[in-house]
């Protein structure tokens, strides 16, 4: 089985320092529903995993979030594309839980849901704790420039060897041959 998982906020989704908090704020990145459309088409599954902690501050409730996660299914599905598997941490940053990112309690919950080792899968994120988690399960890491990206560059905490593109849809593109 081939299996992607992606980051949401600034990788499928435009981000915000603010939180997204409503299904309004939720706007795709150009030509990243497309991409993950792409990926379906090559029979990838694809799975989400994201840290919304803006539950535990208050920020917006599970119904918020509910209806960010429809517009987004609305929205890939005029597209040809869909997620097999959608996970989200509602925690804050000192709970203590295994979820959150950088934790690999996420990844490690999609990864033994589809039966496959994380060696075998790629993360796509933009921030240094979703490279911490693939990490941390020896999961293959992708960054992308869009949302936290370019900051997280700049930090020259990631090594050398991690792949780094544009947005999803370059991603995408350039690892098609691949990933066929």
């Known amino acids: 089985m081939k299996l992607i998982i992606l980051d949401r906020d600034g990788v499928i989704n435009e981000d915000s320092d603010a939180f997204i908090k409503s299904d309004r704020e939720w706007i795709a990145i150009a030509g990243s529903l497309q991409a993950i459309a792409r990926l379906n088409a090559l029979d990838y599954k694809v799975a989400v995993a994201t ?3 803006g539950i535990a501050r208050g920020y917006f409730s599970v119904e918020a979030l509910d209806a960010m996660h429809e517009k987004f299914n609305v929205q890939l599905k005029r597209v040809g594309g869909w997620i097999d598997m959608l996970e989200y941490c509602p925690h804050g940053p000192d709970d203590g839980c295994d979820c959150r990112k950088p934790r690999p309690g ?44 370019e900051s997280t560059l700049s930090t020259g905490r990631l090594p050398e060897t991690v792949p780094v593109y544009s947005d999803l849809a370059e991603f995408v593109d350039t690892f098609a041959g691949e990933l066929t």
Do not use: C, H
């Open 106 to 149: 996420m990844l490690n919950k999609i990864t033994e849901a589809f039966g496959v080792s994380p060696s075998d899968v790629i993360s796509v994120g933009d921030s240094l704790r979703d490279f911490q988690a693939a990490q941390a399960v020896g999961m293959q890491f992708a960054l992308v420039r869009t949302g936290k990206g």
């Open 51 to 53: 840290n919304q902690s």
